[in-house]
């Protein structure tokens, strides 16, 4: 199984911006991020496949970039203008099959990070 390992997490105030990174041990088809905020369900936040195409949650969409270096194996998510409701722990996830790279889909995907802590104060 894939290894995951997210960093860039940390604390910021709204409306500032922050980029998330995830490296994965090797290559996989589908790269994604999905965070949970206390009390609520997992959502997933945004995806990017091998190729290059992207998907994004209603609730970051327009806001929210995320890229791929395909040498590295490793995604990043820029984040601007962040709200309190960002806040959550957000999970590195990723799925061998292209088909699956949707942002609905990511919080059932089986390989995952350990998950990095990311706090928006207003």
Request: charged share 20%; with cysteine; proline share 3%.
């Amino acid at each position: 199984q894939v290894q995951l390992e997210e960093s860039g997490g940390g604390s910021v105030q709204a409306g500032e911006s922050l980029t998330l990174t995830c490296v994965a041990s090797r290559y996989i088809g589908c790269m994604a991020l999905f965070r949970q905020a206390p009390g609520k369900e997992r959502e997933g936040v945004a995806t990017i496949s091998r190729g290059g195409r992207t998907t994004y949650s209603d609730s970051v969409v327009g806001r929210s970039t995320i890229s791929l270096d395909i040498r590295r194996n490793a995604m990043s998510l820029l984040m601007n203008s962040l709200k309190p409701e960002d806040t959550g722990i957000y999970y590195c996830a990723a799925s061998p099959h292209y088909a699956r790279c949707q942002v609905s889909l990511v919080p059932d995907f089986d390989s995952r990070g350990q998950g990095i802590q990311v706090t928006v104060t207003s």
